[in-house]
C-alpha cells in the first residue's frame, strides 16, 4: 500500500476530485493547508507572500494503483501550460492500515 499527498491549488481540487472519483478512486482525505515551494513564495509589488494557499489531497492505495492515480492527478491539476505553484505529489510507503468501526486490516 501507498500514501499518495498531492498539493494542489485550491481552484483545481474539485476537477481533480472528480475525475478520480470517475476513475475509481472516492476515498480522499482533504485539508487545507499553507506553504511555499522552491520560488519562496509570490511577489507582487513590493509584498511577498511567502504562505500561498493549497489542499492536500491523500489517498491510501494499491501498489499497482499508484500509477494510475499520479496521472490524473498531474494532468487535471496542472494549469495551462504549467506554471509555478501548480503543486507536487509525495509518495511513501504504508506498513498497514484497519478500519477503526470493523477492525478489519488492508484497504
Known amino acids: 500500500m501507498l500514501l499518495v499527498r498531492a498539493i494542489i491549488r485550491p481552484e483545481k481540487t ?3 476530485l472528480d475525475e ?3 476513475a475509481g478512486f472516492p476515498a480522499v482525505t482533504k485539508m487545507d493547508v499553507f506553504g ?3 520560488q519562496k513564495g509570490i511577489i507582487a509589488g513590493s509584498i511577498q507572500y511567502d ?3 493549497k489542499e492536500m489531497l491523500m489517498f491510501v492505495v ?3 494503483d499508484k500509477d494510475d492515480l499520479v496521472r490524473i492527478i498531474l494532468r487535471t491539476a496542472k494549469t495551462g501550460d504549467g506554471n509555478f505553484g501548480d503543486g507536487r505529489i509525495f509518495i511513501s510507503a ?3 492500515a484497519y478500519t477503526v ?3 478489519k486490516q488492508g484497504l
Open 94 to 96: 504504508v506498513e498497514d
Open 51 to 53: 504562505e500561498i494557499p
Open 101 to 103: 468501526s470493523t477492525g
Open 62 to 64: 494499491k501498489d499497482e
Open 14 to 16: 474539485n476537477e481533480v
Open 20 to 22: 478520480l472519483m470517475s
Open 36 to 38: 511555499r515551494g522552491k
